[in-house]
């Protein structure tokens, strides 16, 4: 085979770091495209395995096309005499069998690389509705993996262990598909910095780089990728002389990940010894682990949904939440954990859930709507989050909150299950916090009437800054308009402040951008003394916290405040912070850019 | 060997449904089954649907047909009607 000529692509970097790795394609949101390689001597077994995956769909698909005759008439169930034909097309057949004999891939592997070159083909073709037939080919495919993955439950073994992910989108529920272990980079052609994806792929250190335009169908399964997530570049098939370019930088990226230095938990202070708490938000386990060798000091903001991501057929039990709290609590000890309750909805639903298709999900049925309204799982949650506060310290933090009644009607819940709980003699604790995540302007309108039911707020800043500005962040059209740095977003978070100071209720910033500098030392200056990040954050910014003044922090928030868009902040921070600290700012300088000035915004420190 | 030119007479032309017709028929014999539009050297297996979408023959395309082996004459006669009677589509 001739080598691919190499291919660069440029989008928006979403995650720090180079890599590179074996492209694995996700092809479908539903059947995510698993494993690949080597298997040896077992290229038999794999054809025979491949053979009843071929049969089995066969059969499925025969009994489909005769319900489809029962149904509607001969006329339409043809199209199904075309896909199963198609899984008796020799010649692909034979391709995909001589692809695992001779090459020793898995019969998935196998499977998707013959109809990848297929769907190009198809793809090529000047007449449209033969074009449209690779929709065709990408439904037996996914039928094939189907039946494929119902055989094979140790799917990822065979997997090489430097795989990017690329895509077009890569839903966050299929972090609990995938091996992550063996999970390198991702290059995907939509998403956006702050899409939860993004946020993920930065707590796991894996460089990433988003909207990456048109580059799909150059790309194949199997093809050598280079992800620069500091540039936002994605090469596809790089050049030796590329690669010898980055070797510098590959390794330096392996050396960061290679080191974990467990800081000494102590607190942050500023200079003028003001205290700062910082939390971690976790959704993966093994980030209690990053969370520990942080220093954190407890789980500010657990993001529970992950436990029903990872159930794909249905919902975790009682028992399987409570012992991932037990542990979370146990490990965290003595600092407590936030569990916040379910909150599905938006660009993030488990598949347990049959939800009717919402035209707008993000102002639908989501967060606290959603448990409120199927109460059963939402009991048990609250089960399993009260009897593991025996173990550890243990909140809970309602998602969504935009009136009062619905933290009446939580906190109903709230008390039913505990005194059900303790006629049947189960020892809780005398009480478990409950708070409010302050994420919809109407909650930071009527939040003195808030506050009054709850015992603490968390504020969600992606959240409030998506529904404050009406800007969906993970649509690429709008996503420049997402900015945490616009005066509402300043104004909403200094009432927030007041308010709570004024009825004494702890307070918490629970978004990504209190992790960058040139945020924290806004908060800082608002007076928010509480913070909960992504743990791989913390040490920066712990170091940044004790390197200002809180004195100088509220100079600086003050005449924000006076500012009159989110270019004039921007502009005014850029100006000023470098001068306040020491410590080099420029990795946060591109997070508080606008894409519109990416090329024009020089800072020297 | 036999070597037949046909027309592409149906107004879907080779789409799925007749795509789907046409193989079922090609296997029912023996013989090796080909086609390739007419002028161009790529010929594909009438006994692959893939290889027949890939064709992307539309209306009043004019393909070369080539098939050999013991059944041949009852095939070309079965194929061109096929063709002739438009796969069954009414129009």
């Known amino acids: 085979m001739p080598q691919k000529p190499e291919r660069v692509f440029q989008g928006t970097g979403v995650s720090a770091g180079v890599v590179l790795g074996t492209a694995l394609k996700l092809e479908s949101h539903k059947q995510l495209v698993l494993k690949v390689h080597t298997l040896g001597h077992m290229a038999e077994e794999e054809v025979q395995r491949f053979l009843r995956a071929v049969d089995l769909s066969k059969t499925q698909l025969e009994v489909l096309k005769r319900r489809l005759e029962d149904k509607v008439g001969r006329e339409h169930s043809y199209i199904l005499d075309a896909h199963i034909l198609m899984l008796e097309d020799h010649g692909l057949l034979s391709e995909i069998i001589s692809s695992m004999r001779t090459a020793h891939v898995s019969a998935e592997w196998a499977v998707c690389r013959a109809t990848d070159r297929l769907r190009q083909a198809c793809e090529s073709l000047n007449d449209e509705y033969f074009r449209e037939r690779g929709r065709d080919i990408e439904n037996i495919v996914e039928r094939l993996l189907m039946n494929l993955s119902g055989e094979a439950h140790e799917s990822w073994a065979p997997l090489p262990e430097d795989l990017i992910l690329v895509g077009r989108d890569f839903d966050p529920s299929n972090f609990a598909l995938v091996e992550l272990e063996k999970v390198r980079g991702l290059a995907l052609e939509s998403g956006s910095r702050t899409a939860h994806t993004a946020i993920i792929a930065r707590s796991l250190r894996l460089p990433a780089v988003f909207e990456v335009r048109d580059f799909l169908s150059s790309v194949t399964t199997g093809d050598t990728v280079l992800v620069d997530g500091d540039e936002g570049q994605v090469t596809v098939n790089p050049e030796p002389n590329r690669l010898a370019e980055a070797r510098q930088r590959l390794e330096a990226f392996q050396a960061v990940l290679r080191q974990s230095s467990p800081l000494p938990r102590s607190p942050a202070v500023t200079l003028d010894g003001v205290v700062i708490s910082i939390q971690a938000n976790t959704e993966l386990l093994h980030e209690v682990r990053a969370a520990k060798s942080c220093g954190a000091e407890g789980i500010g903001l657990f993001r529970s949904e992950f436990l029903f991501f990872a159930h794909p057929r249905g919902f975790p039990s009682m028992a399987d939440q ?284 | 060997m036999i070597r037949q030119v046909i027309q592409v007479e149906n107004r879907l032309g080779l789409h799925a449904r007749a795509a789907a017709k046409l193989v079922r028929l090609a296997c029912r014999f023996a013989s090796s089954v080909h086609v390739s539009r007419e002028g161009a050297n790529q010929r594909i297996d009438a006994k692959s649907i893939l290889g027949v979408l890939m064709l992307s023959a539309a209306q009043g395309t004019r393909l070369v047909l080539l098939i050999e082996g013991e059944d041949e004459a009852e095939a070309g006669q079965a194929i061109r009607r096929l063709f002739e009677e438009r796969f069954g589509e009414e129009n």
Not at chain 1, 412 to 434: F, G
Not at chain 1, 571 to 592: A, G, M, N, Q, R
């Open chain 1, 322 to 605: 409570l012992e991932t709290y037990e542990m979370l609590g146990a490990e965290m000890h003595p600092y407590p954990v936030t569990i916040r309750t379910l909150d599905v909805g938006g660009d993030k639903i488990p598949a347990g859930f049959d939800l009717p298709k919402q035209p707008n999900p993000s102002m639908g049925l989501r967060g606290i709507r959603l448990s409120l309204k199927n109460r059963d799982l939402f009991a048990t949650q609250i089960e399993a989050i009260l009897r593991a506060s025996l173990r550890g310290g243990m909140e809970i933090a309602l998602p969504m909150i935009s009136s009062v009644e619905e933290i009446w009607q939580a906190k109903e819940v709230i008390q039913q299950v505990r005194e059900r709980l303790l006629r049947a003699s189960v020892p809780l604790t005398a009480e478990v916090p409950v708070g409010a995540m302050i994420e919809v302007p109407s909650a930071v309108v009527i939040l003195e009437l808030l506050s009054r039911e709850v015992d603490f707020l968390c504020v969600g800043t992606n959240d409030l800054v998506q529904y404050t500005l009406a800007v969906d962040r993970v649509n690429p059209e709008v996503s420049h308009l997402f900015q945490p740095l616009h005066p509402s977003i300043l104004h909403s978070l200094r009432r927030i402040a007041e308010v709570s100071r004024a009825l004494g209720k702890s307070v918490r910033i629970c978004g990504e951008i209190a992790a960058n500098p040139f945020f924290t030392v806004l908060l800082v200056g608002l007076g928010y003394s509480r913070f909960s990040m992504n743990a791989y954050a913390i040490p920066a910014i712990r170091e940044f916290i004790a390197s200002i003044s809180f004195s100088s922090a509220r100079e600086l928030a003050e005449k924000a405040m006076f500012l009159r868009t989110a270019g004039e902040v921007r502009d005014f921070l850029t100006e000023t912070l470098p001068k306040l600290v020491k410590i080099d700012l420029t990795p946060y300088l591109k997070e508080i850019r606008s894409p519109d000035d990416r090329t024009s915004l020089s800072y020297v420190s």
